[in-house]
């Protein structure tokens, strides 16, 4: 399903799969993808079969689910030390944290509001091939 930084986004997980690169992410991801594409359901901007079949293809990009000791306790840290109204996106900044790799995002506004703290978030905006990536 295109959004603004799709062609950037498929270019990036191209270039993991080349570098053999095994991107990771906490276990709401999920949820978090199958809600995205169900809310384009309910706006009318694609029917459930598409949705469901981006969603396989979304579960197919082999992402390895990582549920690490104390991530959800610093989630929970992160989100309070930077004043964020809930903890989810702390979630995948606490996992680079603790994988020392880079977290790509595409949610500009969470991404310029901790680039200044946590420089190893990065935009999907950003990106050129002239990025090294490791992981997320």
């Given at each position: 399903?295109?959004?603004?930084?799709?062609?950037?986004?498929?270019?990036?997980?191209?270039?993991?799969?080349?570098?053999?690169?095994?991107?990771?992410?906490?276990?709401?991801?999920?949820?978090?993808?199958?809600n995205?594409?169900?809310?384009?359901?309910?706006?009318?901007e694609?029917?459930?079969?598409?949705?469901?079949?981006?969603?396989?293809?979304?579960?197919?990009?082999?992402?390895?689910?990582?549920e690490?000791?104390?991530?959800?306790?610093?989630?929970?840290?992160?989100?309070?030390?930077?004043?964020?109204?809930?903890?989810?996106?702390?979630?995948?900044?606490?996992?680079?944290?603790?994988?020392?790799?880079?977290?790509?995002?595409?949610?500009?506004?969470?991404?310029?509001?901790?680039?200044?703290?946590?420089?190893?978030?990065?935009?999907?905006?950003?990106?050129?091939?002239l990025?090294?990536?490791?992981?997320?």
């Amino acid at each position: 399903m295109p959004e603004t930084f799709t062609d950037r986004a498929l270019a990036l997980a191209s270039e993991w799969a080349q570098e053999e690169i095994q991107p990771i992410a906490p276990s709401l991801i999920l949820p978090e993808i199958t809600n995205a594409f169900y809310k384009r359901v309910i706006r009318g901007e694609t029917d459930l079969a598409t949705a469901i079949e981006a969603l396989h293809v979304v579960l197919d990009f082999g992402i390895e689910i990582r549920e690490e000791p104390g991530l959800h306790a610093r989630a929970m840290e992160l989100s309070h030390q930077m004043n964020r109204p809930n903890t989810y996106d702390c979630h995948y900044l606490a996992l680079s944290e603790i994988h020392h790799c880079p977290l790509w995002t595409g949610d500009e506004r969470f991404f310029n509001s901790v680039e200044k703290i946590f420089p190893r978030v990065k935009w999907i905006g950003n990106y050129s091939k002239l990025h090294t990536t490791h992981r997320l």
